[in-house]
């Protein structure tokens, strides 16, 4: 069948979805209404290119058929109409390709990201922070809302472990390649004699869960208080606001301690822990659909590193798709688009080839 061939019945599911929206039973359904929306949207957006492209046929086959009767001005005339169409036919066939392949179940969540200083010492706490604020410049340049959910300064002002929430349009499929194990090569403030060292930061991007997507038995969880502390350890509040979760049924552990109202802390790890649950069974389906795969962190060594980050030389390599870039302190300012985009267009690329394999 025909791209064309399927536009009738994409248009018959488009106006099927677009009554069901309407249905106060489907409306009352948050999670059926909201997975409505996101299929309404998907065939949308589809349905109009497939639409642009039957026009598109219909003119070169219009243009094509003029061209046999016309005389030497009408068919100069008429070759770049055929050339224009044959242009918007080829445009639309491949933008119709990248619209038909499997849509990520994520697509529209927003994320919530952890960072953790891994090999290095305080030198990974630092380039933990260097990374946070590359995430926070990159949100601020696309217009996402960037909310900090908890951080763990170290003795050196940088970030034994940071996590943060980032909402906006694209969000996921734009963070998503952002999970692994960032390396960095540079001389640590800490050093005297000026060698470099290399250390590494882990980075783990977590699609978030509504309450809907993941049920959690009260039975399940252990809830423990205690008191704040900062660096060194010494205690950063007088009360006992901190609030550490354990899931009992998988062991998964979400400590919050940023705010200082236990309730905001204890609402901040429930969001956290359902997150994590979701992505763990998001995981764990995949490995039962392709085999067994790595998680996005690893164990943090540098030998298991997405990226690395090189000072002395400017330069950022992305070690997944060979990419090179020796604009390291831009791309440390926020300016992660060309990184970002390069890595969608590799994931779609490899989709296109594995479809038509």
Not at 149 to 177: C, E, I, N, P
Not at 186 to 209: D, K, N, Y
Request: hydrophobic residues 35%; glycine residues 8%.
């Amino acid at each position: 069948m025909s791209m064309l061939d399927r536009l009738d019945d994409l248009e018959r599911e488009f106006n099927e979805v677009e009554g069901s929206l309407a249905d106060p039973v489907v409306i009352a359904d948050q999670k059926k209404y909201a997975d409505l929306s996101r299929r309404y949207r998907d065939l949308g957006e589809l349905v109009t290119r497939l639409r642009d492209l039957r026009d598109a046929t219909a003119d070169l086959a219009a243009a094509r058929e003029m061209y046999t009767d016309a005389d030497a001005e009408d068919r100069e005339m008429l070759r770049g109409e055929i050339a224009s169409s044959e242009a918007a036919m080829e445009r639309l066939d491949e933008e119709i390709k990248v619209l038909l392949l499997p849509k990520d179940p994520n697509n529209d969540r927003n994320v919530i990201v952890e960072i953790r200083g891994a090999e290095g010492g305080e030198e990974a706490n630092l380039f933990a922070r260097d990374l946070f604020e590359m995430y926070r410049s990159f949100a601020s340049r696309t217009g996402w809302k960037f909310e900090i959910m908890d951080a763990q300064a170290s003795d050196l002002g940088g970030y034994s472990d940071v996590t943060f929430r980032l909402a906006g349009d694209g969000v996921w499929s734009r963070m998503k390649h952002e999970g692994g194990v960032h390396r960095v090569q540079r001389v640590p403030i800490t050093e005297s004699q000026g060698r470099v060292h290399t250390s590494s930061a882990t980075v783990t991007v977590l699609p978030e869960a509504e309450e809907v997507d993941v049920h959690l038995d009260p039975n399940d969880l252990r809830v423990d208080v205690y008191r704040s502390s900062g660096p060194g350890g010494q205690s950063v509040n007088t009360t006992d606001s901190a609030v550490r979760i354990t899931h009992i049924p998988t062991g998964v552990v979400v400590a919050m301690q940023d705010e200082k109202s236990q309730i905001q802390n204890r609402e901040k790890a429930m969001r956290v822990l359902r997150s994590r649950l979701l992505q763990a069974e998001q995981d764990r389906q995949a490995a039962e659909a392709s085999g067994a795969r790595k998680a996005q962190t690893g164990g943090g060594g540098r030998s298991e590193k997405i990226r690395t980050y090189n000072f002395k030389e400017n330069r950022l390599s992305d070690h997944r798709i060979g990419l090179t870039l020796y604009k390291l302190d831009k791309i440390l300012g926020g300016d992660l688009d060309e990184v970002v985009d390069a890595l969608v267009a590799d994931e779609r690329a490899t989709q296109l080839r594995d479809r038509e394999a």
